[in-house]
């Protein structure tokens, strides 16, 4: 209701700059019409990217979270895309545009199943995305990370597998 | 400003930031190589004003004021200045006294800037008054009467009368009226600003103005009960009494007091004069007037539906005063500010949550004792005049919001959010008063209005959720002695089932203490519960297993019908009733098994056999109620899975929102004792939500303004047949629930020895009542919303105007714009 165009504080049900900055990087050279373009996708969006959830949280859980903000139109589990298995993402899709707008306000930075989960406005599911894009399956930011994370299968893959084998090799050695 | 900020971070350059850290090695141009040019300074000292404690308020005030008047004319610094400054009375309420006295020295040093100021500050109030956006109207007073000494005459009291008399109008034509309680209110809530601001001389007008308002403001209204946090049926002491009443009381108090009005903050006292040092007059300059303003007759309300609000503090029966009584002013001032802000900024919680933590910044020094001061020290303090404990005011607010009823302005979940939030800005300061308000609820359960016991419930679980599930649980051990039926008892299964829902059973049975186990069953630990067919002695299991295997394999429906035959055939046999209903159970349980792995399995099954539901239910009442039967048997010890699922069937319409009802309030009503099982008020309430939704997305769309014939007509009759059902559902709860409620339904009556006279007969009857209250109440908010709606309605018969002239109307283009 506020008389003018800006808040007098941030807003925290915008687009996150990764989705600005990945739609810039594409088109730099024409970076303002790319920014209404990006936005665009968005103003009528009613579904959500929700990052950083444990591999273990199930569907019913993040129903029952999500629900809170309102009804589910369809909720996606982010797969792994060899194994088939969750791989700590989901796509939540709502009826109207305020539910996803409140759910960004209200649910994302909060724990879910002890974790603080990321949501992120999205313009749509599209068959295919519900697969990690990692190299070995899972998200790319399972691939490369140098701490333990229980939830999200201990240290990053990549570096699993090199620690693997210099085990294995300095096993051999013994 | 935000949009600002933004807008630097933009040429940071492209490259995403994959670390935080990168921020340390940073390698942008540096830019604060010059000085901080004024007006970018002014929007940074304006924005922040009062929030640190750390610096002299007034000093910063007169830095503002020079700066600007200095920069007079500078047309960006102009209009940076004043639109802030608005920005700032309409977002965030709690700095208006500081805001509105950077305006009052800035009209001292330049007359022509302060006639600006309140010239866009008048068009803006017109605006609101005429859209009738009333909290908007309410803080646009509050920032106008303040500036009070620099108006000729009596200023902004003529307004306040007329905004009176239209009150008064409203009054008596309507004894239901609400509108005009909600004039009355703003009125009462400016009167304290412009007496604690620098202006004199205006207590005759005060006065005569509340002695006017009384009349109004003292009446009760009919809907107060109905909205009361407390049932006074169940605990008339406890009842709260209306915001505006109080108000209304503590007002003529305080003009008795000769307007000491403790805690509101004057920073305009302590300015100095620049040259003689003297304390700063505003009397100075020749006055100007109170901006033009039209009050339509009649006014308008604008979107939002009015209710009585009745004032609730968790922490006002303590021993010990740590939030100000309902007889200080400070009470309703207080609080009034705290929820706008909360209302106001849902858009940024964290934000939020930090003017919470801060609020004792925004009032007087004396008004709060230090932060995170321990409880128990209260009460050493106590013998001090005015000191209450700043976050316990702050989170009696939030949970006046978050138990507002018949609804709170914002979702429920933002209030949750913003109480994490607290706690996660200062654990040590919130945590304890969370406790405490916590200890409150509990205790009152029994009494509370049901609604409200059940978002307590919802409230408690996520929050802990948020907080690894730690609770002082030891605490309650003693009631685990009481009957099943019981308000305590009853929260305590639900909260652990709402726990276990965002969690998981063995999870939630680590955080509990011995006691409190048993309540964690084997059967809630298991992710896949049996399937009832597996066991030889079950009958029809052959059957069953056959069913669940075919379903498993996703054959056709054709494939299903010889067993489904074959079962009915024996139920046939066995002289069942309808044999219908053991068919339709090895099906839906069958689906059940086979879609236990997931929501999504389960609905994909669902899909699968969409139209053999679908046929059972216009088959035959019976086999449709026992879907619910077999999902809710099934499903058992998770009852969260099952009413997910019942809400699945409803949109597929293969269950209708009365059979829902007619399966939890007759056939499962179990005397009564099934009214005490949190999850089937919540499947009922759910389910009711749904029908209103519904009748509500009709009434939108009958009430388009661009709606002519004949749409018109068609639409006009989809209400009504709509609203016919909508008041069938509600009757249908009132007779079945009614006799719980007066002890007349004949399963209760036959329980024990048929006295009706058992302890838990008593617990039953109770339930009854909050039930009743509950659903009368929402009956009634849906019929008067429909009422009101359809007033400003194209009326049936309207045919389109012969131009296409354009409808759309003009304050929704403003804002369209605005973003």
């Not at chain 2, 406790?435 to 996520?462: C, K, V």
């Not at chain 2, 056939?667 to 509500?696: C, D, P, Q, W, Y």
Request: hydrophobic share 40%; aromatic share 8%.
């Amino acid at each position: 209701m506020s008389l003018l165009s800006v808040n007098t504080v941030d807003r925290l049900d915008r687009p996150s700059a990764y989705y600005v900055g990945k739609k810039k990087r594409r088109y730099n050279d024409r970076e303002d019409d790319v920014q209404e373009d990006s936005m665009a996708g968005l103003r009528d969006a009613t579904t959500l990217y929700v990052g950083n959830l444990s591999f273990y949280t199930t569907e019913e859980q993040i129903h029952e979270l999500f629900a809170k903000c309102g009804e589910i139109k369809r909720l996606v589990m982010g797969l792994d895309r060899f194994n088939k298995t969750p791989c700590g993402f989901c796509f939540v899709e709502y009826y109207t545009h305020q539910d996803a707008l409140d759910c960004l306000k209200y649910v994302g930075g909060t724990k879910l199943d002890e974790r603080i989960i990321r949501a992120d406005l999205d313009p749509g599911f599209e068959e295919g995305r519900q697969y990690g894009r990692g190299k070995s399956g899972g998200q790319v930011r399972d691939e490369y990370r140098e701490e333990y994370d229980p939830g999200r299968g201990g240290y990053g893959r990549a570096y699993d597998d090199q620690r693997r084998r210099e085990e294995e090799e300095y096993g051999q050695g013994r | 400003m935000a949009e600002y900020d933004r807008r630097n971070h933009g040429y940071r350059g492209g490259r995403k930031r994959r670390y935080r850290d990168d921020e340390d090695y940073d390698r942008r141009p540096q830019r604060r190589r010059y000085e901080e040019p004024p007006v970018v300074q002014v929007r940074r000292q304006l924005l922040t004003v009062a929030e640190s404690a750390a610096r002299r308020v007034e000093d910063d005030v007169e830095g503002i004021a020079k700066s600007v008047v200095e920069n007079y004319e500078d047309e960006e610094m102009r209009d940076t200045f004043i639109n802030i400054v608005l920005d700032l009375v309409l977002e965030q309420p709690m700095k208006i006294p500081f805001v509105t006295a950077t305006v009052l020295v800035a009209h001292s040093l330049k007359l022509e800037l302060g006639a600006e100021v309140l010239n866009k500050a008048g068009n803006a109030l017109q605006r609101y008054i005429d859209t009738g956006a009333w909290r908007e109207v309410k803080l646009l007073l509050r920032f106008l009467g303040i500036l009070q000494p620099v108006y000729e005459g009596e200023g902004i009291f003529p307004l306040l009368e007329e905004l009176f008399a239209r009150a008064v109008d409203l009054q008596t034509a309507s004894s239901e009226d609400l509108l005009g309680l909600e004039l009355v209110k703003i009125i009462l809530f400016t009167i304290p600003y412009v007496m604690s601001s620098p202006a004199t001389g205006f207590e005759t007008q005060a006065s005569a103005l509340l002695e006017k308002t009384d009349i109004i403001a003292s009446t009760p209204h009919a809907l107060v009960d109905l909205v009361n946090t407390f049932s006074p049926e169940e605990d008339k002491p406890a009842a709260g009494q209306s915001v505006i009443s109080l108000l209304q009381t503590q007002l003529q108090e305080e003009a008795s007091r000769g307007w000491k009005l403790n805690c509101l903050p004057r920073p305009w006292n302590d300015l100095r004069d620049g040259e003689t040092g003297e304390p700063k007059s505003f009397y100075v300059a020749a006055k100007v007037a109170f901006p033009q303003i039209t009050v339509p007759s009649p006014v308008q309300n604008g979107t939002r539906a009015l209710f009585p609000e009745v004032y609730l503090s968790v922490f006002a029966s303590q021993d010990v005063e740590t939030v100000p009584p309902t007889s200080d002013i400070a009470s309703s001032l207080l609080r009034d500010v705290l929820v706008d802000t909360i209302n106001l900024l849902d858009f940024n919680r964290v934000a939020t949550a930090k003017f919470l933590i801060d609020v004792d910044c925004y009032f007087t020094p004396h008004t709060f004792v230090k932060r995170a001061t321990p409880f128990d020290r209260m009460r050493d303090l106590e013998s001090q005049d005015l000191a209450w404990k700043p976050e316990d005011v702050a989170v009696d607010a939030v949970f006046s919001q978050l138990f507002q009823l018949p609804t709170p302005e914002h979702k429920l979940v933002y209030f949750h959010a913003l109480l994490t939030e607290c706690c996660k800005v200062a654990p040590a300061a919130i945590a304890p008063s969370l406790g405490r308000a916590i200890r409150f609820l509990y205790n009152s359960l029994e009494t509370m209005d049901l609604e409200l016991s059940h978002r307590f419930l919802d409230w408690f679980a996520h929050h802990l959720s948020n907080f690894g599930f730690t609770w002082k649980w030891s605490e309650w051990i003693d009631d685990l002695e009481l009957p099943v039926v019981h308000p305590k008892m009853a929260f305590i299964i639900g909260a652990l089932d709402k726990e276990i829902r965002l969690s998981f059973a063995q999870r939630i049975k680590g955080t509990l203490p011995d006691p409190y186990r048993p309540l964690i069953t084997e059967g809630k630990e298991k992710d896949t519960p049996e399937f009832k067919y597996m066991a030889e002695m079950a009958p029809y299991s052959k059957e069953g297993q056959e069913l669940m295997q075919l379903i498993r394999k996703k054959t056709s429906d054709d494939e299903l019908q010889p067993v489904i035959a074959s079962i009915e055939e024996q139920a046939k046999g066995l002289g069942v009733e309808d044999p219908k209903v053991p068919s339709t159970d090895a099906l839906v349980t069958s689906i059940c098994f086979v879609g236990s792995k997931s929501l999504s399995h389960v609905l994909s099954c669902i899909e699968r056999n969409k139209d053999r539901l679908l046929a059972i239910g216009t088959e035959s009442p019976r086999a449709r109620c026992q879907i619910i039967t077999s999902v809710m048997e099934y499903w058992v010890d998770q009852p969260g899975v099952a009413i997910n699922i019942i809400d699945k069937l409803l949109n597929y319409t293969i269950l209708s929102p009365l059979s829902v009802l007619e399966w939890a309030l007759s056939e499962s009503i179990a005397a009564g004792t099934t009214l005490a099982k949190t999850h089937v008020f919540e499947m009922i309430s759910a389910t009711v939500g749904k029908v209103t939704n519904r009748m509500r997305q009709i009434v939108a769309a009958r009430t388009q303004p661009s709606l002519y014939e004949p749409q018109l007509s068609v639409l006009g009759e989809t209400l009504a047949r709509e609203r016919t059902d909508m008041q069938a559902l509600f009757k249908f709860i009132e007779d079945s629930i009614i006799s719980v409620a007066t002890g007349s339904n004949d399963e209760l009556m036959e329980r024990g020895d048929g006295s009706g006279d058992l302890p838990e007969d008593a617990i039953i009857r109770q339930w009854g009542r909050r039930w009743l209250r509950v659903f009368r109440r929402k009956a009634a908010v849906e019929e008067s919303f429909i009422t009101d709606a359809l007033v400003h309605a194209n009326p049936v018969g309207t045919v389109a105007p012969p131009t296409g002239s354009s409808t759309a109307a003009d304050g929704d283009l403003d804002i369209a714009d605005a973003e």
